[in-house]
């Protein structure tokens, strides 16, 4: 054993006296007239040695066979043309760092190769530089810097789960015109990644890196052009969902500065069209122009909204399709970010999107973003389903941003909690924000321009809503008709004025807090009933039916006259109790990390036209973990939310029911299961007076 050891070390101590700091030329030892290189750089190799340089001045250089790169080496380009019909040109195998640096003039790295090739059920994609073959425990540092990539991929390692990882990877002032894609890698980690200063023209993707990147990546100052999918994408690639931690394999990403224009994808029903997207816990993207980046075709006739021409000949003008009887999202964004701390600012997005031009979705699982100082134009966005900004987080800021021309609505409320909403202006929309049926809970919405607006407020179907129920740090002014639609006081409206404005004697309230109770103060001498509006009271039977009242007969696990539905294939019975008293949902183990969605409904047909309530204690057990108390009638959708404080919590809704009467009552939570559990009692439906 010391013999072998002792051998190996000479071996390598001769290499590297021999050929460490060499520098040689590749022309010194191409002495025959054959069209390839191969020999060449072989022996031009053997006397470069470990870490050694080799040099290739302007010309032409035609390799047959792969070049298999397995030590430390530089690779000087000083103009002409390298090429390849091979898979690849070069294949990296191992080698502490690894250099290709063109000098001087334009050097053309081309594979000629213009498919994916297929060896047995291998699929290979043709490359310049090949990632796919890095050993196991090599973990090399690439650079890559001042040259043209021509080919269907520049620089892959897309394809092999089995790979060994990248260490440093930067890639600076490189030309990439790949129909596939400029740089690509997954599976393996890439620790460390910075793409600075290229161009990028045509094919699916420019930069995919769908790998851990722990150290983090920096994307800055780059053009992107016609570009079909996603322009720039980074994310773990383990997991898309928030849920399973597609948050945490990018500890930070810096997206500054990058210029993405033209998308050329007009009928990929599947794709994700994205000029940004973005998984990490750290997260900036700032300066960015985006314009034209977008799918579908302008609806004829009009400045606004795209269209999308389906494989049937029907044209679809919403950002969802049918497939089997099933809705599928048809996706398309400028930015898009799952991150635990995010910052979007001054960008420019013009033209660009489809279901939205900015999207952040967390679940609110990750809070924490900052939106600011961004443009956003909606012409290309879809007329129905769509949105400026799709706002589904907790705890994040939306501010200073600048929308024009959005055929839906300019930012969708996505159910869940404080968030904050201020100093927006908004151009020429069908509406500022929808409110989510899932409700919303401790939003702030202040100071926002609204100009050539048509709603301020509209629900999920895209209907108008006079009084969103968004609790507000400080209520905006509420305009009501009749005293009907004047809220129950609460402290959710404390300070909150309302405007009455009926054929008859118009009047002003304000909602007060006097004697320990909530009422609703009118501030003129005339009075309705008492100078103080008290808070209407509820008369006759409980009209819903629960456990406490009529226990189901068989003592099943599903009370009488409640319907439920659960997110999964899990036993009812293993995810819900009740007693005579309590609901309890979500308390047992059902085998999974994540959590679950569940609802009861019950159906109602009450006396049309009158004034009822809904009431419902709650009790949540985790943060995460959130219930939903909503009533559903002909003419209109109401939800509260609760708070999340870990103590009972009465959610109460005032509805009038509709021309029919027909009601649906649901109790609604999100991320239940393994003891994050909810608990419900004192269900009620009360007539008022």
């Known amino acids: 054993m010391s013999y072998y050891k002792t051998f190996i070390f000479s071996v390598l101590l001769v290499s590297s006296v021999c050929g460490l700091s060499e520098h040689v030329n590749i022309l010194d030892y191409k002495k025959d007239k054959n069209t390839y290189w191969d020999q060449a750089y ?7 040695g470990i870490g050694g340089t080799i040099i290739f001045p302007a010309g032409s250089y035609t390799f047959n066979n792969v070049i298999d790169i397995k030590n430390s080496l530089t690779l000087i380009f000083r103009g002409g043309k390298l090429s390849t019909k091979n898979e690849t040109i070069f294949r990296i195998i191992s080698g502490q760092n690894i250099s290709f640096i063109g000098q001087g003039q334009t050097t053309l790295l081309e594979n000629v190769n213009p498919k994916t090739i297929r060896k047995g059920s291998e699929r290979i994609i043709p ?3 090949d990632l796919d073959h890095v050993a196991k425990k090599a973990s090399p540092s690439i650079m890559v810097a001042n040259l043209n990539f021509k080919g269907y991929a520049g620089i892959s390692g897309i ?3 089995d790979k060994g990882s990248i260490d440093n990877f930067e890639v600076k002032n490189c030309v990439f015109t790949c129909d596939y894609a400029g740089i690509a890698h997954r599976h393996s980690r890439v620790n460390a990644l910075s793409v600075k200063d290229c161009n990028f023209a045509g094919g699916l993707f420019g930069i995919r890196v769908m790998s851990p990147i722990p150290a983090g990546a920096r994307v800055e100052n780059n053009t992107l052009k016609n570009i079909e999918i996603t322009a720039i994408r980074l994310s773990g690639g383990r997991t898309n969902q928030v849920s399973q931690g597609s948050t945490r394999d990018m500890m930070s990403a810096f997206v500054h500065g990058n210029q993405i224009i033209d998308s050329s994808n007009k009928h990929n029903l599947q794709a994700y069209v994205c000029g940004v997207l973005v998984y990490g ?13 977008n799918r579908g075709e302008r609806i004829p006739g009009r400045k606004t909204g795209n269209q999308i021409k389906m494989p049937d000949g029907t044209v679809n003008r919403s950002a969802w399709r049918m497939e089997n009887g099933k809705r599928k999202r048809i996706a398309g964004a400028a930015l898009y970010a ?10 420019i997005c013009s033209n660009s999107g489809f279901r939205a031009v900015i999207e952040i979705k967390t679940a609110g699982l990750e809070p924490y973003a900052i939106v600011s100082g961004n443009i956003l134009d909606g012409s290309s966005l879809a007329p129905h389903e769509s949105y400026g900004i799709e706002c589904f987080t907790s705890k994040a800021i939306w501010s200073n941003n600048l929308f024009y021309n959005m055929p839906n609505t300019a930012m969708a409320l996505r159910s869940l909690k404080n968030n904050t909403f ?4 908004i151009y020429d929309s069908r509406s500022a924000f929808l409110i989510s049926d899932s409700g919303n809970q401790g939003e702030l919405l202040s100071g926002n321009r609204l100009v050539n607006v048509k709603y301020k407020f509209i629900d999920a179907d895209g209907k108008p809503v006079v009084d969103p129920q968004i609790p507000q740090t400080t209520p905006g002014n509420l305009v009501i008709n009749n005293l009907e639609e004047l809220p129950e006081p609460s402290d959710r409206n404390h300070g909150q004025i309302v405007i009455l404005v009926a054929k008859k004697n118009d009047g002003v309230f304000i909602c007060v807090k006097q004697n320990g109770k909530f009422i609703w103060l009118r501030l003129k001498t005339e009075q309705i009933q008492n100078p103080l509006f008290q808070t209407r009271k509820p008369v006759g039977q409980n009209l819903i039916t629960n456990p406490m009242l009529h226990p189901a007969n068989d003592k099943s696990f599903v009370p009488e006259a409640w319907y439920v539905w659960l997110e999964k294939k899990i036993p009812v019975n293993k995810f819900i109790k009740y007693d005579n008293k309590i609901f309890c949902i979500g308390d047992m183990n059902v ?6 969605s569940w609802m009861l409904t019950q159906k109602k047909t009450l006396d049309p036209g009158k004034l009822y309530r809904v009431s419902a204690k709650v009790k949540v057990y985790s943060d995460l973990t959130s219930a939903l108390l909503t009533v559903k009638t002909d003419a209109k959708k109401y939800a509260i939310m609760n708070r999340g404080d870990r103590e009972w919590e009465k959610l109460s809704i005032d509805f009038k029911s509709s021309a029919s009467g027909k009601t649906e009552i649901s109790l609604y939570g999100r991320q239940c299961g393994n003891n994050k559990k909810i608990e419900v009692k004192e269900v009620s439906l009360y007539c008022l007076q």
């Open 127 to 129: 490359s310049i530089i």
């Open 422 to 425: 201020i100093n927006n202006v």
């Open 281 to 293: 816990y750290n997260i900036s993207i700032q300066n960015n122009i985006i314009r034209n980046f």
């Open 42 to 48: 072989g022996k031009a190799l053997e006397k470069a």
């Open 338 to 347: 799952k991150g635990r701390n995010v910052i979007i600012s001054n960008n």
């Open 591 to 596: 085998g999974s990390k994540r959590g679950y």
């Open 159 to 161: 394809q092999r789960r």
